[in-house]
Structures are given as structure tokens and as C-alpha cells.
């Protein structure tokens, strides 16, 4: 049964400390797109990869936030340095060709005290 | 721009009524167009999908139909149970795998 899998599911830390978060696709997707839930904003789309380079990482604060694929099978989401409001579930999807739908990790739940 | 505008909740209903959330959107080209489905504590599983106009896409009761003259893709069920309390997200996917989500729509379902 093919799923995204993401690692850690749950995170605490403190502010100011380097978070990472993996999400490991669907083989053979060639998408693969961060999003950020928070109750107040929703889901927000922070980035966008597609054979691995990023398309569109428009959404995703820049000065805090990195995200990148080294392989095929992995992509990462880091934070550094965390801040409170970083707090939020972040999901990882993937696709493969075109139309076909985008299929969701079970998401890391980030707790930022 | 592409975007999707659905329903605010929250919505509640009773066990066995009628459900329908609204979903409009804006698109540059032709949008394929899916709704998702949240239960607590887990990520966004596919419902249903329609790729061109006048395709109703359905899955577990669930029903919507890509209406291009009205950009909307609307959904319904007939009799909503406890279990389809979730929240729902219509979304639009354009060339290239890019998609748009709308803000969810939370249904609660009572006995």
C-alpha cells in the first residue's frame, strides 16, 4: 500500500532551535509539495518540487525556512531558528503525472514553546 | 489567478440529512477538480475527483459534478452519517500539478 510517510509526527521544542522534518514520497511521484495548517490561516502551500528542484517556494518565509530534496525518495522541511508561531501541522504531499491527485503524509504536528 | 472559494462552517446536521457544500472557483485553463477529506488527527485523503466539464465524480455516497458554466463543483450526499464528520476541502489542480485548496469546511454529523 503506497502512502507518504513523514517523520517525526509529533515535535515539541524550544524557540530557537533547528527543526527538521522529513517526508519520504510515493516512489515514483515526481511531486512533491509542503503545506502548512494552522487553524487561524488554513492550509497554505509553502513549497513545490517537481524532479526534485523547487518550482514555487513563493509561500514559504524565507529568512527561517529551507526546504530541499537531496534524493528522490526524501525531502526535507528545516527551521531555524523556531519561533512560537511556527506552531502548526505540516503536511507533505506527492504526485505523479498529471492529473492525478496529490496524495497526503499523516503530517508532523510542530509545538513551538 | 487560480483559487477556490468554499462553504464556511461550521456545519452541523442531523444523522441521515442532506448535505451539500459549496465549492466555486477561478482558474486559468482546465482545472482538474477534487474534494478532500480530513478526519482528526490525520492527513487529507482523496473523497472524489472529476477531471473535465460535466464529470460528476462520487465515492462512499459522496457526489459532485464539474459545472464549467457555473465554476462550481458543489458537494452532496443524500443521508450524511456520524462518520462523515470531517472537515472537507474542495481543491483545483492545473498543468503541472500545481494545487489549490480551499479554507475546509467542518461537518458534524449528530445521532
Known amino acids: 500500500d503506497a502512502r507518504v510517510t513523514q517523520t517525526p509526527r509529533h515535535k515539541v521544542t524550544e524557540m530557537g532551535q533547528e527543526v527538521t522534518m522529513r517526508c519520504q514520497p510515493i516512489?515514483?511521484?515526481?511531486?512533491v509539495f509542503w503545506y502548512r495548517q494552522t487553524m487561524m490561516q488554513g492550509l497554505e502551500l509553502l513549497a513545490y518540487f517537481r524532479n526534485r528542484a523547487p518550482l514555487d517556494d513563493s509561500g514559504m518565509p524565507k529568512d527561517r525556512f529551507s526546504a530541499e530534496m537531496p534524493d528522490a525518495t526524501l525531502a526535507t522541511l528545516k527551521i531555524q531558528p523556531s519561533e512560537p508561531r511556527d506552531s502548526a501541522v505540516y503536511f507533505c504531499a506527492s504526485g505523479g503525472r498529471q492529473d492525478t491527485e496529490a496524495f497526503f503524509g499523516q503530517g508532523t504536528r510542530l509545538t513551538v514553546v | 489567478g487560480n483559487s477556490v472559494t468554499q462553504m464556511e462552517g461550521p456545519v452541523t446536521l442531523s444523522e441521515e440529512a442532506f448535505l451539500t457544500i459549496n465549492c466555486t472557483y477561478t482558474a486559468t485553463g482546465y482545472p482538474s477538480l477534487f474534494w478532500y477529506v480530513q478526519y482528526p488527527g490525520e492527513g487529507l485523503q482523496l473523497l472524489l475527483k472529476?477531471?473535465?466539464?460535466?464529470d460528476k465524480g462520487s465515492n462512499k455516497g459522496f457526489e459532485a459534478t464539474y459545472r464549467k458554466e457555473t465554476t462550481s463543483f458543489h458537494l452532496e450526499k443524500g443521508s450524511v452519517q456520524v462518520s462523515d464528520s470531517a472537515v472537507y476541502f474542495c481543491a483545483l489542480m492545473i498543468t503541472g500539478n500545481q494545487f489549490y485548496f480551499g479554507t475546509g469546511t467542518s461537518l458534524t454529523v449528530i445521532p
Open positions: 472529476a477531471t473535465k466539464a460535466d
Open positions: 516512489l515514483g511521484h515526481n511531486t
